[in-house]
């Protein structure tokens, strides 16, 4: 509200300002510059009190303090809650005469236009500041030396930022990370290198292997990650399709192989003094995997079964994901898909949704194994199979040896707690024989593989997976829509572009099918199955090396 409209607002509120024998109500606000100074220190308690001592003096009547915990650039509206609270206090009381108290002129802003703004709105208001340390002047030269003293607080503050960010670019430039900890990481005292960036123990035992597990695509989109973490504890507060975004910024970032990297400041990547939790090699495949379109896409949250092809879709026109909604017609409602992208050669052009679902049927009851590629999957799963039932195995022999070391450790501990002169240790040694009967009582109850017929398991397994391989289309029409998602990204490597003219861009498709007869043309059946999927790092009971899991 402009200054020369002041009687008419002052009028217009009912706000009696005239009377010199009213009594003054003040406000006293009270800012500090960042959390660590609010927890640490005591700067708001400290200006509130000298504040109020000042408005005793003055014969104020202390109504309400204020406080903010924000840095003293930018705009009121958005940085400063405790002003807008302010002015809407004066608003609520329109016949009361207050004054706005501050310790300082620098603790309104230490930004010239937002001290101006706020001022104004104070004035629009019939409302003054007041200070014990500066006296504020309505007169053209008291506005003069307000301003030209706040335009001394805003270098200030600009010159202290810029002396910061050199200070801390300069650290990053030497390998060290000047910021806050990120995620799975504490920053510690070091005796040597200062404030130091050191992995906790989840990241180490939950992120480390979730991080390198997608690497080698054990764990195939990054919705797996995030479930897996979760599952784990790493993270708890939400379900795992909510840490997407989080994860992403983790897998991205080199930090967690070791390295420092500021792309905002001009600082490349180099090697920082940190401990990283995966090596160089993983945080590289991790980008490879990334930039491969069909991996690490989330399942849409917001499912409906009206249109289950949204999200899994884009424009072949501009990549950009279509999205679909009814439209309302003269007697009844119609299904469309439609690109959003206002500079796509295919904006807003209907495409409807049973031309969608009927291609995409058509598309699929094309994917199915030529002949002779099945003898390939039945030698990988049967590869598999042996493998994962001798791991099952050989953990029974493994389980044998832990009831046996449980039963050694419980007879020891029991001696000794009989041995023991003072019921402290007696104690101790107690806890540790009940440890030790709950683990062995755990291992006792396991079911032995080595006694289980697992014919049957086998022969169900093997009829999905090879049913799946051999007609996807009739396990996707049982499937709900979000199952349908899921098993989309096991088809097909990426979302499907489509032209509204000519449907789906078969030729820019690339599938399971595919990557099955690509092996068999270029192998034959007696080459090593590792060459289908990576082999896994960890060897067989037997000795050998077996490769990864696949999951069908």
């Not at 001798?390 to 493994?398: G, P, R």
């Not at 449907?503 to 068999?520: C, E, H, M, P």
């Amino acid at each position: 509200m402009p200054s020369t409209n002041l009687k008419q607002s002052n009028k217009a509120q009912g706000r009696k300002t005239e009377d010199p024998n009213q009594e003054v109500f003040a406000l006293i606000y009270c800012r500090v510059s960042s959390q660590r100074q609010a927890d640490e220190g005591h700067g708001r308690e400290a200006q509130a009190a000298r504040c109020k001592d000042f408005c005793h003096t003055k014969g104020f009547i202390v109504d309400k303090v204020f406080t903010d915990t924000a840095t003293g650039g930018g705009s009121f509206e958005e940085n400063r809650a405790g002003q807008v609270e302010i002015i809407k206090h004066i608003d609520k009381y329109p016949f009361r005469k207050f004054k706005v108290v501050v310790d300082d002129q620098s603790r309104i802003a230490r930004d010239t236009k937002a001290y101006i703004t706020f001022k104004e709105q104070l004035k629009n208001r019939d409302v003054e500041f007041a200070s014990p340390n500066f006296t504020f002047d309505d007169s053209p030269e008291g506005e003069y030396i307000g301003i030209v003293t706040q335009a001394g607080h805003q270098l200030q503050r600009q010159v202290n930022r810029r002396q910061v960010i050199q200070k801390m670019k300069a650290r990053m430039e030497a390998g060290y990370w000047p910021f806050g900890g990120k995620k799975g990481y504490a920053i510690t005292k070091d005796a040597t290198h200062g404030k130091l960036a050191v992995p906790t123990k989840e990241a180490l035992e939950i992120l480390k292997p979730a991080i390198e597990g997608f690497a080698t695509g054990k764990l195939t989109r990054k919705v797996d990650v995030c479930r897996y973490v979760v599952e784990h504890g790493f993270w708890t507060a939400q379900s795992p399709e909510r840490y997407i975004d989080k994860m992403t910024a983790i897998l991205t970032d080199p930090f967690y192989a070791g390295d420092i990297e500021y792309k905002a400041w001009e600082v490349s990547r180099r090697k920082g003094y940190h401990q990283g939790i995966i090596s160089s090699e993983t945080f590289e495949a991790v980008q490879k995997r990334l930039k491969n379109d069909g991996l690490g896409k989330r399942i849409r949250i917001d499912l409906s079964s009206d249109f289950e092809h949204r999200g899994l879709i884009v424009c072949d026109g501009c990549q950009s994901h279509l999205t679909a909604s009814w439209c309302k017609g003269r007697t009844q409602k119609y299904a469309y898909y439609f690109c959003q992208n206002k500079t796509c050669e295919y904006f807003k052009k209907l495409i409807p949704r049973k031309d969608i679902e009927d291609r995409f049927d058509t598309l699929l009851k094309g994917e199915h194994l030529k002949s002779g590629v099945d003898k390939v999957v039945l030698a990988v799963f049967d590869k598999i199979w042996a493998y994962e039932t001798s791991n099952l195995k050989y953990q029974d022999i493994v389980s044998e040896e832990g009831i046996k070391t449980l039963q050694d450790n419980i007879r020891r501990f029991t001696a000794l707690a009989g041995a023991a002169r003072s019921n402290g240790i007696r104690e101790a040694y107690e806890i540790q024989v009940d440890e030790a009967m709950t683990k062995l009582k755990a291992l006792k109850e396991r079911p032995k593989m080595s006694e289980t017929d697992l014919s049957v398991p086998y022969q169900t397994a093997l009829g999905k997976a090879m049913g799946l391989l051999k007609s996807p289309y009739a396990t996707w029409k049982k499937l709900g829509t979000h199952d349908k998602h899921e098993l989309f990204y096991f088809i097909f490597e990426a979302k499907l572009p489509y032209n509204p003219n000519t449907g789906y861009q078969t030729a820019k498709i690339q599938s399971y099918t595919r990557l099955f007869q690509d092996f068999v043309q270029q192998n034959p059946l007696g080459v090593e199955m590792a060459g289908i999927e990576p082999a896994c790092n960890r060897g067989a009971p037997d000795g050998s090396t077996a490769i990864a899991k696949f999951e069908v």
